[in-house]
């Protein structure tokens, strides 16, 4: 079965660093979604990306995240400036068009670290 | 905006009982759709079921079957046969249907559901 793939799975890093958390969306998909989990708590959207630019983003996707599809398969997220509470499980999902009610495949997530 | 609750935080159950899960959303939509998501402890997002706005059919799926109030804006997800391999956290989701396909989830905080042996 098709999966979403993120990488790396853990990642710690020190606060006021950039980081890049990395997705590979499943192939056919075209609708593409970063979504922030903070230990504990629930699960956030953040934003979402369609052919080659950002469709949605929420408040917590200020200026110091972005979100790329460089290549044609993979779909990053970048933070500028690691804070502490951006210490949280991120994860990647996708969507085929058109599928509407299948909802999304999620990635296993990335747990980030700010330390 | 839209809100998702989830007023129950753990519950539990012994093993084959079979357990109900409460879900309300607040939404002045009239097209969406509702999903139920589990995270076990590995922390992966697998999607148990769904639910278009527009079917007054509750969905189903294995033992996984849904109860879904629209005029209440409740949906609630039932569990028969509950299995060890059901524990973890449920989530209950939202997603409006605007046309131009990325809309995102809105989520509830979760209930943690463990099937006691």
């Known amino acids: 079965e098709p999966e979403v793939t993120q990488t790396p799975s853990h990642q710690v890093t020190q606060m006021g660093q950039e980081v890049i958390l990395r997705c590979v969306p499943i192939s056919n998909h075209l609708y593409f979604y970063w979504y922030r989990q903070i230990l504990g708590q629930k699960v956030e959207f953040l934003v979402s990306?369609?052919?080659?630019?950002?469709?949605?983003k929420s408040e917590i996707f200020d200026d110091q995240f972005s979100v790329e599809r460089p290549d044609g398969s993979n779909f990053t997220l970048k933070i500028r400036s690691t804070k502490l509470e951006d210490s949280a499980m991120y994860f990647c999902?996708?969507?085929?068009?058109?599928?509407?009610?299948?909802?999304?495949?999620f990635g296993s997530g990335t747990r980030l670290t700010v330390v | 905006a839209q809100t998702v609750t989830q007023s129950q935080p753990e519950m539990s159950v012994q093993e084959a009982e079979t357990v109900t899960l409460s879900c309300t959303y607040d939404t002045s939509e009239n097209n969406y759709y509702l999903f139920w998501y589990k995270q076990p402890p590995s922390r992966q997002m697998i999607l148990v079921i769904r639910?278009?706005?527009?079917?007054?059919q509750n969905a189903t799926e294995n033992r996984f079957s849904v109860n879904f109030q629209k005029a209440a804006k409740s949906f609630s997800l039932k569990i028969s046969d509950s299995q060890l391999g059901d524990t973890a956290m449920y989530f209950c989701?939202?997603?409006?249907?605007?046309?131009?396909?990325?809309?995102?989830?809105?989520f509830g905080k979760g209930t943690h559901l463990i099937i006691q042996p």
């Open positions: 989701a939202f997603m409006k249907y605007s046309g131009g396909g990325a809309d995102g989830l809105t």
């Open positions: 999902a996708s969507r085929e068009p058109g599928q509407w009610n299948y909802g999304y495949t």
């Open positions: 639910q278009e706005a527009y079917k007054q």
């Open positions: 990306f369609y052919n080659n630019e950002i469709s949605e």
